[in-house]
């Protein structure tokens, strides 16, 4: 599904940061658009940044079901900044309905991450895509081997090294040592 993603700009709050730049919300089925200017109040500007396909994959939807979970189900738009470019300083990357894909773009810190609330419609579509493709799995406990207790352990150190310093050597090592 087409996803068109809305950034807002507005002025920065620091010397360090001429504006700060927030996916604010997103545009289902929206077509190609490159940095279009959609509104402007004074500083702020709001632009259609541009569109990413949404994909749904069977193998994630235990990350679909965290999701829809949250008190406000929500997709990812992840941003790279393109220096150079103060006309379009973003690009966008991908926008994702799983929060565990959201994260590894996190962890990099190379990405901006915005979570953007879903619209009724796509809420609606993601839910019925788990409820086609989703199996629970069934945790099952490892079980340990049968280890032997009737072992004579000697201490963990290795008997080839002489010492009487050796501090793992279990009592009985250190006399076969002393004689």
Same mark, same amino acid.
């Given at each position: ?23 604010? @919300? ?71 309905? @799983? ?7 996190? /962890? ?23 409820e086609l493709f989703h199996e629970d799995e069934e945790f099952v406990k490892r079980r340990r081997h049968?280890?032997?207790? /009737?072992?004579?352990? /000697? ?10 310093g050796d501090v793992y050597a279990s009592p009985a090592l250190q006399r076969r040592r002393m004689q």
């Amino acid at each position: 599904m087409p996803i068109g993603v809305v950034v807002k700009r507005q002025p920065g709050v620091t010397r360090w940061a001429k504006y700060a730049w927030k996916a604010t @919300s997103i545009l289902p089925g929206a077509g190609d658009a490159h940095w279009r200017e959609l509104r402007r109040e004074g500083d702020v500007v709001e632009f259609h940044a541009g569109t990413a396909t949404l994909e749904l994959f069977g193998a994630e939807t235990e990350a679909y079901v965290h999701g829809l979970g949250a008190q406000v189900p929500c997709l990812y738009v992840i941003m790279r900044q393109m220096p150079g470019t103060p006309e379009a300083p973003f690009e966008i990357l991908l926008v994702t309905a @799983s929060p565990y894909e959201a994260q590894d773009y996190c /962890d990099t810190g190379e990405e901006l991450v915005e979570k953007v609330a879903m619209t009724p419609g796509i809420e609606a579509w993601v839910r019925e895509f788990v409820e086609l493709f989703h199996e629970d799995e069934e945790f099952v406990k490892r079980r340990r081997h049968r280890e032997r207790v /009737d072992k004579v352990e /000697d201490g963990i150190g290795d008997p080839r090294i002489g010492g009487v310093g050796d501090v793992y050597a279990s009592p009985a090592l250190q006399r076969r040592r002393m004689q």
